[in-house]
């Protein structure tokens, strides 16, 4: 059984800055291609940005272009989202997913969810 567990949310004033943090356990973390997804408060999930197994292709939401960056260790299976020059609507809580498939501009997620860590952007 997968396990996912993120970490590294919390409260940051707009501007700010915050790096997720997403550990996998009990399958192979790097045959995988791995996402970032968030949802805000009355609003669907929605894709933020994904990577491929081994690292070589990044893809974003339009939203997060040039603020965000995704990133992977696979020898520690654990997965990244340095955030940047954040604003409120950023707020959300952010999932990873841990098999996320990037194609014709859309991401499609098989694999399984964590808990989610909450990112407050706010003055």
């Known amino acids: 059984q997968v396990h996912v567990v993120e970490s590294g949310g919390g409260l940051v004033q707009p501007g700010g800055s915050l790096r997720l943090s997403c550990v996998a356990s009990?399958?192979?973390?790097?045959?995988?291609?791995m996402g970032w997804f968030r949802q805000a408060p009355g609003a669907e999930r929605e894709f933020v940005a994904a990577?491929?197994?081994?690292?070589?292709?990044?893809y974003y939401a339009d939203s997060v272009k040039g603020r965000f960056t995704i990133s992977r260790d696979n020898a520690k299976n654990t997965l990244y989202l340095q955030m940047n020059s954040l604003k409120p609507e950023d707020t959300a809580v952010y999932y990873c997913?841990?098999?996320?498939?990037?194609?014709?501009?859309?991401?499609?997620?098989?694999?399984?969810w964590g808990q989610g860590t909450q990112v407050t952007v706010s003055s």
């Open positions: 990577i491929t197994w081994s690292g070589a292709r990044t």
């Open positions: 009990g399958r192979t973390f790097s045959s995988y291609g």
């Open positions: 997913n841990t098999d996320v498939i990037y194609d014709s501009g859309s991401a499609y997620s098989f694999g399984s």
